[in-house]
């Protein structure tokens, strides 16, 4: 019987250094010295748990938990879902998803939001639920759309849902965003382009999944998301010593 | 060739960006949807130890301070333990030692209430002096920073700190003690967290 250690090391090359001038906000934003590398101890392998309790089953439909009765949020129907695996490809279950997106015009219900486009008065555009004991998660929303920001004039982000996943341990938490296949904007965006690797972009791209649409209903995309994973103790060099 | 590791890689990492409100914090958004927003109360009623509260801001590398930040708090008990099956312990019935803090849209000031956590084991049987783990996002951060908040009242065993001990150059240590006062009674700790500049704040990789 082994028992579980420290997570692997974060693989930096694949995620964007902290400072990126072309997504201008991270130039005064970016610390400048390096990162000081810690093996991880019981705060860091630890992480706050969460339960059914915290939540309510419905909040993981954005087409109606924020809609009066009756009605629903404007735009193209579909599920976003997947797992959440570790590096070792094993199912993170019971952790908590959340989500939030602008509505289909591009419009985010915030009141820092000042883009012409409208609020949809039936679309909160914020999500939650837990992984279930395979990992698997699933949300009901609608396709946002792209929008304009202030980096160049003329930048837009491609359709994207935020994301963010705990795992079990404070050093898995991560936060991130979800593109969607065919997205033309997806190559020509200054935050995605901080990605140095093309296969993290590719790994950052919902795949269209025609299999989990509902025939008539529901257009669906896949999203797995992968935590960083943890090595086992085979022999020595427990997080307490030996 | 050898044969290949079959391995998985990590999702890489995007910036929160400015309406990380909406969904972690949707009634700093401005609206109301959920039953209950999580991460407001981290230590419940019944968490034994000091009750603190702890304040700062987040300051650019212009001197700013910065208005959209999320913060997450991530601590143990007055006992040392961690509210989690691997966390050396029993919790309090209500504590969850997480907490998600927002700073003010005006003046970029955050402040968050708890208990004061105890001393936890660290590796090689060290002792970690008392400390909260923090987690910062925000718009123009690609990855979620860590660093970690010490107290300035625990001197002697922040000088043992395995952690305060590895950081080479001793002057960059300060950026990561917080000073205490007190304020109608109540201790408050003063956290200013600078991303860049001068003072630049102790991140690790964890």
């Known amino acids: 019987m082994t028992t579980e250690a420290e997570f692997y090391q974060r693989d930096r090359d694949r995620h964007p250094p902290a400072y990126t001038p072309g997504y201008k906000t991270s130039v005064a934003r970016s610390p400048r010295y390096s990162l000081i590398s810690l093996e991880n101890s019981v705060g860091d392998i630890t992480g706050p748990v969460f339960g059914h309790d915290d939540i309510d089953p419905s909040d993981n439909d954005l087409i109606y938990n924020y809609a009066d009765a009756g009605q629903s949020a404007i735009g193209e129907r579909i599920i976003l879902h997947g797992r959440v695996l570790d590096e070792n490809a094993r199912p993170v279950p019971n952790t908590l998803v959340e989500i939030w997106q602008a509505n289909a015009g591009g419009r985010y219900r915030h009141k820092k939001d000042t883009y012409i486009a409208p609020i949809d008065p039936h679309f909160g555009g914020c999500g939650r639920t837990m992984t279930d004991a395979a990992g698997y998660y699933y949300f009901r929303t609608v396709k946002p759309g792209a929008y304009p920001w202030r980096n160049h004039v003329n930048n837009w982000r491609p359709a994207h849902i935020h994301l963010s996943i705990f795992g079990t341990g404070f050093a898995q938490r991560l936060i991130t965003q979800c593109y969607f296949e065919g997205d033309p904007l997806i190559p020509l965006c200054p935050i995605i382009q901080t990605v140095p690797d093309q296969g993290a972009v590719a790994q950052l791209t919902a795949a269209l999944d025609l299999n989990a649409s509902i025939p008539l209903d529901t257009i669906a995309y896949k999203f797995d998301i992968v935590l960083r994973g943890r090595r086992s103790t085979l022999f020595e060099n427990r997080l307490e010593g030996n | ?206």
């Open chain 2, 1 to 206: 060739m050898a044969q290949s590791l079959d391995y998985l890689k990590e999702t890489p990492s995007q910036t929160a960006g400015p309406y990380v409100h909406i969904g972690l914090a949707p009634g700093a958004a401005g609206f109301d949807i959920y039953k209950s927003e999580l991460g407001w109360d981290i230590a419940g009623p019944n968490a034994a130890g000091e009750r603190i509260r702890v304040e700062g801001l987040v300051i650019d590398g212009t001197g700013s301070p910065v208005k959209d930040v999320m913060l997450e708090v991530w601590q143990a008990n007055a006992a040392g333990h961690y509210a989690h099956p691997e966390g050396g312990g029993e919790v309090e019935e209500g504590f969850r030692g997480w907490g998600r803090v927002i700073t003010d849209f005006e003046t970029g000031q955050w402040g968050f209430d708890t208990v004061k956590p105890g001393p936890t084991p660290g590796r090689n049987r060290t002792i970690q002096a008392p400390h909260l783990n923090l987690w910062i996002v925000a718009r123009g951060i690609n990855v979620g920073l860590n660093t970690r908040m010490y107290f300035a009242d625990e001197a002697a065993v922040n000088a043992t700190d395995p952690v305060l001990n590895i950081i080479e150059w001793e002057n960059r240590r300060a950026t990561l003690i917080a000073e205490r006062t007190l304020r109608d009674g109540v201790p408050v700790y003063r956290f200013d967290i600078r991303l860049q500049g001068d003072d630049e704040t102790v991140f690790f990789d964890i």
